[in-house]
T-cell receptor, first 112, second 115 residues
């Protein structure tokens, strides 16, 4: 158990809908990262927050957004969902930005 | 353009022997490298890391070697155990500027340890 908690574990939704994925980082970790793992693209970095502020952005679609709250938990919002958004979404956290990130178990999103 | 490449999709090693997993990268801006292990239906588990100022880092049975001139990274596991069977990912991050860490992952190598 990495100490990073993601909910829900599984999510099935229809095209065009909006979903919110939630992440609680390890106790004491200030940095939160979101990654997407799809069959054809592998693990891809989406976005990083540090103590509530956005620090880095990867190949995150405009339909996706994220935020980190004062209690350090983070949410990833996915809207206008398409079939191609079906993937595993991982959250990770680290104490600082130059230390290893620990990953949660992931949320499997299926868009039908 | 794949900046981090793991050219062997799979590797099979006998229990007790050494497992060597390889990784090549193309971006000279990468200066922080990590290895993760992943079981099905679980998130990646951190194994070991190395920064570009070192060429070797050891933690128990795991040793990571970095050859900056060749842009090559390798993970040695010795002795290999059945529980090491998993998919191993190499990851790299560009220089950490303004507190940003953006891991770029390889495609993974499936390691199977045979009894």
């Amino acid at each position: 158990d990495s100490g990073v908690t993601q909910t829900p574990k599984h999510l099935i939704t229809a095209t065009g809908q909006r979903v919110t994925l939630r992440c609680s980082p390890r106790s004491g970790d200030l940095s939160v990262y979101w990654y997407q793992q799809s069959l054809d693209q592998g693990l891809q970095f989406l976005i990083q927050y540090y103590n509530g502020e956005e620090r880095a952005k990867g190949n995150i679609l405009e339909r996706f957004s994220a935020q980190q709250f004062p209690d350090l938990h983070s949410e990833l919002n996915l809207s206008s969902l398409e079939l191609g958004d079906s993937a595993l979404y991982f959250c990770a956290s680290s104490v600082r930005t130059d230390t290893e990130a620990f990953f949660g178990q992931g949320t499997r999103l299926t868009v039908v | 353009d794949q900046q981090v490449k793991q050219n062997s999709p799979s590797l099979s090693v006998q229990e007790g022997r050494i497992s060597i997993l390889n990784c090549d990268y193309t971006n000279s801006m990468f200066d922080y490298f990590l290895w993760y292990k992943k079981y099905p239906a679980e998130g990646p588990t951190f194994l070991i890391s190395i920064s570009s100022i070192k060429d070797k880092n050891e933690d128990g049975r795991f040793t990571v070697f970095l050859n900056k001139s060749a842009k090559h990274l390798s993970l040695h596991i010795v002795p290999s155990q059945p529980g090491d069977s998993a998919v191993y990912f190499c990851a790299a991050s560009p220089m950490i500027i303004q507190g940003a860490q953006k891991l770029v992952f390889g495609q993974g190598t499936r390691l199977t340890i045979n009894p």
